[in-house]
């Protein structure tokens, strides 16, 4: 049957700023556990969503009891495929993640949607599922019991990261360039987008 998790949590800042922070928050003291991000595969469509699919290597430290029962050689580092949605019409981002190795051990599948909070347009809603399986004969259950706990610890830990990386954003911020009027005035020096690596499309998930 596998183990579900649901959770819905409410920031406290606008959705281009939560969206912002997203692609800032590694690195970050709570997210030690992450060690690398790449991107593999962006690309802005014709409608003006941002498809993205980046590649997450992070440490997979094993329980005590799973330590006697597999492998020393076993990998340690868990790689992580993650795609994301920017739709800024409707003001969502969603994700969906999954683990690339280690597959007969546990598969972790992680969707999330941050969405303008209607009510509260300078709030975020951020809803978050997983599904944690395992088809290890006889150990099934308290591997997916282990990786529902960590999944858990490792959650509220990306938020403390997301967090931190909004308060970088909110107080580190250099204020905009003034004429000699005082006026605020636009940089003339834009951010050119980087051209898509030569890389398959990622699938739609949504």
């Known amino acids: 049957m596998g183990r579900y998790f649901h959770s819905e949590v ?4 606008p959705w281009a700023q939560v969206v912002a922070a997203f692609w800032q ?10 060690l690398t991000e790449d991107v593999l595969y962006r690309e802005l469509t014709p409608n003006n969503h ?16 799973a330590e006697r029962v597999f492998p020393a050689h076993v990998a340690r580092a868990v790689y992580v495929l993650e795609d994301s949605i920017v739709d800024p019409q409707t003001n969502t981002l ?32 951020l809803k978050r599922e997983a599904w944690i399986s395992s088809a290890v004969y006889g150990l099934g259950r308290p591997i997916q019991e282990f990786g529902l706990a960590r999944f858990k610890s490792n959650q509220a830990k ?11 954003m909110q107080t580190e911020a250099p204020p905009p ?8 005035e636009e940089s003339p020096e834009k951010q050119k987008p980087l051209p898509p690596k030569a890389t398959p499309k990622p699938n739609p998930f949504v």
């Open 10 to 13: 409410h920031i406290h800042s």
């Open 25 to 34: 928050r590694y690195p970050n003291p709570y997210s030690t556990h992450v």
């Open 50 to 65: 941002l498809l993205s699919r980046r590649l997450l290597t992070k440490t997979n430290r094993l329980p005590g009891w």
């Open 94 to 125: 969603i994700t969906k993640t999954w683990n690339l190795n280690h597959n007969k051990l546990m598969v972790v599948v992680e969707r999330c949607l941050f969405e303008e909070d209607r009510g509260r347009p300078s709030w975020t809603r």
């Open 158 to 168: 990306a938020m403390r990261g997301l967090e931190l990386a909004l308060t970088r």
């Open 177 to 184: 360039p003034t004429n000699h009027h005082g006026n605020q």
